[in-house]
């Protein structure tokens, strides 16, 4: 595949991934239908199954799409944060702060959040993102604490504190405290 044929693949995707977003802004994650999102991004169902396989892999795409962009952001906010245990917790307010300014990514964890709960859950990308947060070494993953901080995001999306001020002075008081045992 040449090169021009590869960029214009990408933007094919791109569009449908715009198209699936612009839909779950309107209807929620979990309703439009593979007809819904083909016509929507101007395409047809079979040019749409071309790039994704089936509704699961365009939710996972659209997700890992945005999960790339926010963990760029958090990298950056995070870069000059020497120690690992803060740097945990200003990944997490920066990671809160990333997601909360794409009004497009509400309706991932308003309401009924079980889809972006289990994309969570099920993605090798996020997953591994985060546990490189947590670990300076990767053979030294906890799968365990990936999950729980996974779910304090999760958390504060559905249900935020107060203000940023009191989400990140629980940040502060419950993850920076040191390990049992």
């Given amino acids: 595949m040449s090169w021009l044929a590869e960029a214009k693949t990408d933007l094919a995707a791109e569009r449908i991934l715009d198209a699936a977003g612009e839909l779950f802004v309107e209807r929620g994650v979990g309703k439009p239908g593979m007809d819904e999102v083909a016509r929507a991004a101007g395409c047809s169902r079979a040019t749409l199954y071309r790039y994704f396989e089936n509704r699961q892999a365009l939710i996972q795409a659209f997700a890992h799409r945005e999960a790339r962009l926010i963990t760029a952001q958090v990298a950056k906010a995070t ?42 859950h099920d993605s090798p990308l996020i997953r591994g993102t985060a546990q490189s947060y947590l670990a300076a070494d990767a ?37 920076l405290v040191p390990p049992l045992g």
């Avoid at 906890?142 to 504060?156: A, E, G, K, Q, T």
């Fill in 79 to 120: 870069a000059d944060v020497p120690d690992p245990r803060r740097r945990v917790v200003e990944a997490v307010i920066a990671c809160l702060a990333a997601v909360r300014e794409r009004p497009h990514l509400a309706a991932w964890y308003a309401g009924d959040s079980t889809l972006l709960r289990e994309v969570l």
């Fill in 139 to 175: 053979d030294a993953a906890d799968p365990d604490l990936v999950d729980w901080v996974l779910r304090i995001i999760l958390s504060f999306l559905s249900n935020p504190g107060d203000d940023e001020e009191a989400e990140h002075r629980l940040l502060e008081r419950f993850l």
